[in-house]
């Protein structure tokens, strides 16, 4: 079977290219990413070192789509996974969607021509967030929970299903997933293809990438090991905001499910895949976390809200355990204590993985 990847030198890409090298399931694995992330270049050597071809190219250019050989699966791990990407004066609206939809458009058609199948990997933030940013909390153990006597339909103390909304707005980043999402679907409809959509949870591990907009985890482990300013933005300066987190080898039983599914319901091509509430985490939690791993360390506070935030996001994964068996294997615990390893050893990572302007 042979597998695309597209952004192969990412976390993700990276991570589950690894991942199903390691399987002896007789994968021809090849990807394609454009080294724009400061840190992915890094990946190239150590992946082909694996015997997985790594080629330089461009996702938001046909020619250099239209280029990559014949593969049975295409998974799209390539994206600007920031929620601000667009807004954030880092990045343009215009690049934003281009590299986010235009990519995945061009990846449809190359499935289109050479009758593959497609796994978007998709992202959590295709939920609302007016009625997220609205959910009733309360504090308890330091984080964030969610009032069970109060909570709208689409979520459960277990966390947010399908069901949820995914109307507007979901910041430009949202869009262009959910957009990307209902193309997959009418493409896999119209030409017979098998699609499946993965919504991500935060993924983290060693390895990623430390911004604070898009490895929380990884940054904030790294900078309190580096004693660098850190800050409870929004909510009362607190900390109480919870994310769940997932580390990205764990999506691969999934993947080789959908490899091997018969055709299945649109209906059933959309699942959450997330740490789940075992893994929600609050950024306090995670500084006692730390505070207990390198000693204390201080972290200020700044109330002011920041467009997009959300007090709590956990997702619930019964659908996708109730179709294909799946639940995440790796705890909380080990993927902190795996980027903590990582940062121990690699004291220059966020100038690396994420230089400052």
């Given at each position: 079977m042979r597998i695309l990847i597209s952004g192969i030198c990412g976390f993700a890409g990276n991570?589950?290219?690894?991942?199903?090298?390691?399987?002896?399931?007789?994968?021809?694995?090849?990807?394609?990413?454009?080294?724009?992330?400061?840190?992915?270049?890094?990946?190239?050597?150590?992946l082909q070192g694996l015997g997985i071809r790594v080629v330089h190219g461009d996702l938001r250019l046909a020619s250099d789509v239209d280029s990559l050989p014949a593969c049975d699966w295409v998974i799209d791990a390539a994206a600007n996974?920031?929620?601000?990407a667009g807004i954030d004066g880092l990045s343009s609206s215009r690049q934003l969607v281009e590299h986010n939809l235009g990519g995945t458009i061009n990846l449809l058609e190359h499935c289109k021509r050479h009758r593959a199948g497609f796994i978007l990997l998709s992202s959590s933030r295709v939920y609302s967030?007016?009625?997220?940013?609205?959910?009733?909390?309360?504090?308890?153990?330091?984080?964030?929970?969610?009032?069970?006597?109060?909570?709208?339909?689409?979520?459960?103390?277990?966390?947010?299903?399908?069901?949820?909304?995914?109307?507007?707005?979901?910041?430009?980043?949202?869009?262009?997933?959910?957009?990307?999402?209902?193309?997959?679907?009418?493409?896999?409809?119209?030409?017979?293809?098998?699609?499946?959509?993965?919504?991500?949870?935060?993924?983290?591990?060693?390895?990623?990438?430390?911004?604070?907009?898009?490895?929380?985890?990884?940054?904030?482990?790294?900078?309190?090991?580096?004693?660098?300013?850190?800050?409870?933005?929004?909510?009362?300066?607190?900390?109480?905001?919870?994310?769940?987190?997932l580390h990205p080898k764990d999506l691969v039983p999934l993947l080789t499910a959908q490899f091997g599914a018969p055709k299945t319901d649109v209906l059933d091509r959309t699942v959450n895949v997330g740490g789940g509430a075992a893994s929600a985490t609050s950024l306090l939690q995670l500084t006692d976390w730390c505070a207990d791993r390198f000693g204390a360390h201080p972290v200020g506070a700044d109330d002011a809200a920041r467009r997009y935030d959300i007090p709590w996001l956990v997702l619930d994964t019964s659908k996708a355990a109730r179709i294909w068996g799946w639940k995440p294997r790796l705890p909380v615990q080990s993927i902190l204590e795996e980027i903590a390893a990582h940062a121990g050893t690699h004291p220059d990572w966020l100038e690396r993985s994420a230089p400052l302007g």
């Amino acid at each position: 079977m042979r597998i695309l990847i597209s952004g192969i030198c990412g976390f993700a890409g990276n991570a589950i290219a690894r991942a199903l090298a390691a399987q002896s399931r007789g994968y021809s694995i090849f990807g394609f990413d454009n080294f724009i992330r400061p840190g992915s270049e890094g990946n190239r050597a150590e992946l082909q070192g694996l015997g997985i071809r790594v080629v330089h190219g461009d996702l938001r250019l046909a020619s250099d789509v239209d280029s990559l050989p014949a593969c049975d699966w295409v998974i799209d791990a390539a994206a600007n996974p920031s929620v601000l990407a667009g807004i954030d004066g880092l990045s343009s609206s215009r690049q934003l969607v281009e590299h986010n939809l235009g990519g995945t458009i061009n990846l449809l058609e190359h499935c289109k021509r050479h009758r593959a199948g497609f796994i978007l990997l998709s992202s959590s933030r295709v939920y609302s967030i007016e009625p997220l940013a609205a959910l009733p909390v309360r504090v308890e153990d330091r984080a964030f929970r969610p009032d069970e006597r109060r909570m709208p339909p689409g979520v459960e103390s277990s966390g947010v299903s399908e069901s949820f909304p995914t109307a507007a707005p979901v910041s430009l980043y949202g869009a262009t997933k959910c957009a990307s999402e209902a193309l997959a679907l009418e493409y896999g409809q119209a030409f017979d293809l098998p699609v499946f959509i993965n919504r991500c949870g935060i993924l983290a591990g060693a390895g990623q990438f430390g911004r604070p907009d898009q490895g929380i985890f990884a940054f904030w482990i790294n900078s309190h090991l580096r004693r660098r300013p850190l800050n409870y933005i929004g909510f009362g300066g607190k900390g109480h905001q919870v994310r769940d987190c997932l580390h990205p080898k764990d999506l691969v039983p999934l993947l080789t499910a959908q490899f091997g599914a018969p055709k299945t319901d649109v209906l059933d091509r959309t699942v959450n895949v997330g740490g789940g509430a075992a893994s929600a985490t609050s950024l306090l939690q995670l500084t006692d976390w730390c505070a207990d791993r390198f000693g204390a360390h201080p972290v200020g506070a700044d109330d002011a809200a920041r467009r997009y935030d959300i007090p709590w996001l956990v997702l619930d994964t019964s659908k996708a355990a109730r179709i294909w068996g799946w639940k995440p294997r790796l705890p909380v615990q080990s993927i902190l204590e795996e980027i903590a390893a990582h940062a121990g050893t690699h004291p220059d990572w966020l100038e690396r993985s994420a230089p400052l302007g």
